[in-house]
């Protein structure tokens, strides 16, 4: 099948919506305008909204774009109109391409043309991934290790426990922004955190680790509620809260891994499935 002759032939035959300033052909059902076929110079583009997904060349490569959209409308429309499996899968848009799969970038595009009737890519597509440096999180974990030290002996001596009547105590202390982190324990700027970590003195340990164990997100696998008034709603009800060594030492550790330099890229082969944290 010569796919730019059938994608030319149904620009050809798809008759523009009367009316419109800019050229509309729906290249499916009438009604969704947004979906539409067009012609740029002699390449034919199947376009969603404002981006041409795909981009069927006379010489018989074949184009595929996200133009950093990578949304299931995106992995839809590439999956009807493309002669490829498309789908989305940890947060990117995936393509499959004789069995092996490869994620399409924010930039940029992927090109693929038919060698002895197989498609392959028309250059070699290199998927990197980031990876954790083990030598540099050992470096970065040695930076926040009295605080860490700290966390542990506390929780040890409470038997996990931080209490709502201690949190109250070291409220003026504002140890790190609501800019920082937000109400719900959950990072806008986990660097900033990981630096607070690493850096602030030891009458300042206790304020930031009530800040980074917050009695409401979940950070907890026990709580006992203080005030039952059915007017607070359930968020709004102080609670002690109990956290396990375990769990709290992988909650720090996910902060010196996003707020550190710890990561290293690598190339990787792609394969049959599609690779978490992959990308082109």
């Not at 774009?65 to 989305?88: H, L």
């Not at 937000?182 to 806008?188: A, E």
Request: positive net charge; contains cysteine.
């Amino acid at each position: 099948m010569n796919d730019y002759a059938f994608f030319k032939g149904r620009f050809e035959a798809i008759k523009p919506i009367r009316g419109r300033a800019v050229e509309c052909r729906p290249i499916g059902v009438r009604r969704r305008d947004w979906e539409t076929i067009r012609m740029e110079g002699d390449v034919v583009c199947c376009r969603l909204y404002r981006t041409d997904v795909i981009k069927y060349h006379p010489d018989g490569v074949v184009e595929l774009c996200t133009d950093g959209y990578q949304t299931n409308s995106t992995a839809a429309f590439m999956d009807e109109y493309s002669p490829f499996r498309a789908f989305k899968a940890h947060n990117k848009v995936q393509v499959r391409v004789n069995a092996v799969v490869y994620p399409l970038p924010d930039k940029g595009s992927l090109k693929f043309h038919r060698v002895d009737r197989e498609w392959q890519p028309v250059e070699p597509i290199v998927i990197k991934k980031e990876f954790v440096d083990r030598a540099k999180a050992k470096e970065a974990r040695e930076k926040v290790k009295p605080f860490l030290d700290f966390v542990k002996t506390f929780l040890a001596m409470s038997d996990g426990w931080i209490m709502h009547k201690t949190r109250m105590e070291l409220v003026d202390q504002k140890i790190l922004t609501e800019s920082e982190v937000m109400g719900d324990g959950f990072f806008r700027h986990p660097r900033t955190v990981y630096e607070t970590m690493a850096t602030a003195s030891q009458e300042y340990y206790l304020p930031l680790m009530m800040k980074l164990f917050p009695e409401r997100g979940g950070f907890y696998n026990e709580a006992k509620i203080i005030n039952d008034s059915p007017e607070l709603g359930w968020w709004g009800r102080p609670r002690d809260v109990r956290i396990p060594w375990e769990m709290a030492k992988e909650r720090l550790y996910g902060i010196v891994r996003d707020g550190a330099d710890v990561h290293v890229e690598r190339e990787i082969e792609p394969g049959n499935r599609p690779i978490d944290g992959a990308k082109a």
